[in-house]
């Protein structure tokens, strides 16, 4: 079954504690990205990759990192999350930027 | 700066009516996308699309590129419509997505 797969679903964290959520997909894309969603701002993107080692900054990409070491992962890194990260992430997959897109389940954080 | 607006924010609907939610843009584009999100969070792709229209079931989506508009449509509605529908498009100037702030449809049986 085509997946992405993100964890953890849900987190609780302090402020200044890293943490890194995951990503995996199972159908050999070739672009991933990550967004966040908040109530009234939509989702948008905070960062994509275009395949292994090739990253790049979406809209609001400050205070998140990246890497693309694999083609099936695309973890998100908060090297000292804020209170203002708290959010609905989304991690996505999709063969190309003009081709269908598929998301993962979603990830709710919480910084506190 | 919005790059994608839809319309209606909100919109509530009889069981069986007729729906339309319309999504315009700003940029140039490769693609755009009909997104469903149920509540719970979930978000599933329902159309892509570069020109024309499309129909899947009840759904149909349209495009008109020289207006930069397009239209999801939702005939004989049914509550297990209830969603939110989220436009967004390619860019075709790099790879980055733009996404509406998405229209909230209530279906009342």
């Known amino acids: 079954e085509a997946q992405v797969t993100q964890n953890p679903r849900y987190l609780i964290t302090v402020t200044g504690k890293k943490l890194t959520v995951t990503c995996s997909q199972n159908?050999?894309?070739?672009?991933m990205s990550w967004y966040r969603q908040d109530p009234g701002l939509g989702l948008r993107q905070i960062y994509y990759?275009?395949?292994?080692?090739?990253?790049d900054k979406g809209d609001v990409p400050e205070g998140y990192k990246v890497s693309r070491k694999e083609k099936r992962n695309f973890p998100l890194i908060l090297e000292s999350p804020s209170p203002n990260q708290t959010s609905l992430y989304f991690c996505a997959s999709s063969s190309g930027t003009g081709n269908t897109i598929y998301f993962g389940e979603g990830s709710w954080l919480t910084v506190v | 700066k919005n790059e994608v607006e839809q319309s209606p924010q909100n919109l509530t609907a009889q069981e069986g009516e007729f729906i339309t939610i319309n999504c315009s843009y700003s940029?140039?584009?490769?693609?755009l996308h009909w997104l469903q999100q149920h509540p719970g969070g979930g978000i599933v792709s329902l159309f892509m699309l570069s020109s024309g229209k499309k129909k899947h079931g009840r759904l149909i989506a349209t495009i008109n590129i020289q207006e930069k508009h397009s239209s999801l449509h939702i005939t004989a509605s049914h509550p297990r419509d209830s969603a939110v529908y989220i436009c967004?498009?390619?860019?075709?100037?790099?790879?980055?997505?733009?996404f509406g702030t998405g229209t909230s449809l209530t279906v009342i049986p």
């Open positions: 940029v140039g584009i490769s693609a």
């Open positions: 967004a498009v390619t860019s075709n100037t790099g790879n980055q997505f733009y």
């Open positions: 990759s275009m395949n292994v080692e090739v990253t």
């Open positions: 159908m050999n894309h070739e672009y």
